[in-house]
């Protein structure tokens, strides 16, 4: 029998105070893998942020102007108008829609739109 001293461990959890190294993070959005540093992960401990973040830089600021825009659209209390052009994933023809799509979700032009609603809802043309 192997008797096996385990030395070095009188109390150490005392040591709170952690030291942050870069960490290579995956971008939720575009698949790219970007740099969460030590100076950002040391700022999420000082606000006890137990999330990592999600997003590349780009992302996160693109993912923050669409929020951006939406809340200003409904602070105004008046219905803007916006346009997003995008690409019809029914028939790929470009075209413009009056909302912003979210991540992932196929977008249709107006006329594939209704297509698609109308063939979900048969009973909608029933006499
Ligand atoms: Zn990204
Ligand atoms: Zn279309």
Not at 51 to 65: G, I, L, S, V, Y
Not at 72 to 84: K, M, T
Request: aromatic share 8%.
């Amino acid at each position: 029998m192997s008797h096996t001293e385990l030395s070095g461990s009188n109390g150490e959890w005392s040591k709170v105070e952690q030291e942050f190294e870069d960490r290579t993070l995956k971008c939720f959005d575009c698949g790219n893998d970007f740099v969460w540093t030590a100076g950002e992960q040391a700022f999420f401990h000082d606000k006890h942020l137990t999330n990592e973040p999600k997003r590349c830089k780009p992302c996160k600021q693109a993912k923050n102007e669409r929020l951006a825009a939406i809340n200003a659209a409904q602070a105004s209390g008046v219905r803007q108008r916006i346009e997003v052009s995008v690409q019809c994933a029914q028939c790929g023809q470009h075209t413009t829609v009056p909302f912003y799509p979210s991540q992932g979700r196929p977008v249709y032009c107006r006329s594939c739109f209704l297509a698609g609603r109308a063939a979900q809802e048969p009973d909608a043309n029933r006499p």
